[in-house]
């Protein structure tokens, strides 16, 4: 392949894919700067190692880049990432149940609360999560990747992409309840503080 090919074949699987890139970096990172060194290096190495693509899913393929450019980051700043929790032990592990992804689904009343909240309230929530909760997440719900294509992404089985799922959406419902309620506390705080006011005679 000459590097004018490799260019516009590159150019035409990775670049329509740059937002999905950075959105992902920047919910790993959960900062813009971080974000954009990243998704750039990713695209580097993408470029760099782009004989080695086999005309797979060029998404899947390019967030799996992004996803190890992360962890490569991560190591090297990991005094910054120190309170990531990535749970490494269920890499790998299959003990899913189709049911729980099913029934768990945004779009099932059982999760209707997360669905009616505001953009501000889940972002919140999902900077919350545990990482591996968190990518799973935005790979699903924000990028619509399939769950095939997640399990390329994650490289886990997709029994594994199916239970995190679960988990993940179980433990953003629960971020988004406290989160409205640390906020109707603080609202009756400010009331309870604002209101002796009106009670006052000049």
């Known amino acids: 392949m000459t590097d004018g090919n490799k260019v516009k074949r590159f150019e035409k699987v990775a670049l329509s894919h740059i937002d999905a890139a950075y959105n992902l970096a920047r919910w790993l990172t959960k900062n813009d700067h971080d974000a954009q060194d990243i998704a750039q290096e990713a695209y580097l190495r993408a470029f760099r190692f782009f004989d080695s693509f086999n005309g797979e899913d060029g ?8 996803r190890n450019t992360y962890f490569t980051w991560r190591q090297k700043n990991s005094h910054r990432a120190k ?11 299959d003990d ?3 049911a729980l992804v099913d029934g768990a689904s945004l779009n099932n009343p059982e999760t209707l609360l997360v669905q009616r909240s505001s953009a501000e309230i ?18 699903r719900e924000l990028e619509e990747l399939s769950y095939k294509e997640i399990a390329t ?6 029994g594994t992409v199916m239970s995190r799922l679960a988990r993940a959406r179980s433990q953003l419902k629960t971020q988004v309840e406290q ?13 309870a503080t604002v209101s002796p006011l009106y009670g006052r005679r000049t």
């Open 96 to 98: 899913s149940n189709p």
């Open 83 to 93: 309170d990531e929790s990535y749970e490494e032990e269920s890499h790998g592990r």
């Open 153 to 158: 992404t994650l490289k886990v089985p997709i």
């Open 179 to 191: 989160i409205n309620a640390e906020s109707n506390y603080e609202m009756r705080a400010a009331k």
């Open 59 to 66: 998404r899947a393929w390019l967030l799996t880049i992004v």
């Open 122 to 139: 889940i972002n919140k929530a999902l900077e919350r999560l545990p990482l591996d909760s968190r990518e799973v997440i935005v790979l």
